[in-house]
């Protein structure tokens, strides 16, 4: 629930917090399995289109997100 809110708030800057964004990548990328699916299951999941995501990831680097949200459009 936590990660949902963190998410929408991201979501609703205008200009989403870098070090928060960069460091779920990481954790998407190198966390513990348990990690990585929390985060993609109550962050990722909550980006609703592809404009958040851009919103989110537009300047940081956040490659480990966008593959996720891509892969669960699919």
């Given at each position: 629930?936590?990660?949902?809110?963190?998410?929408?708030?991201?979501?609703?800057?205008?200009?989403?917090?870098?070090?928060?964004?960069?460091?779920?990548?990481?954790?998407?990328?190198?966390?513990?399995?348990?990690?990585?699916?929390?985060?993609?299951?109550?962050?990722?999941?909550?980006?609703?289109?592809?404009?958040e995501?851009?919103?989110?990831?537009?300047?940081?680097?956040?490659e480990?997100?966008?593959?996720?949200?891509?892969?669960?459009?699919?």
């Amino acid at each position: 629930m936590l990660l949902g809110e963190v998410t929408r708030y991201l979501i609703a800057s205008a200009i989403p917090e870098k070090s928060v964004v960069e460091a779920l990548n990481v954790e998407l990328r190198e966390g513990h399995c348990e990690v990585r699916e929390l985060i993609a299951v109550s962050f990722v999941e909550n980006i609703e289109n592809q404009a958040e995501l851009q919103h989110l990831t537009q300047n940081y680097s956040a490659e480990e997100i966008v593959h996720q949200w891509y892969s669960q459009q699919d």
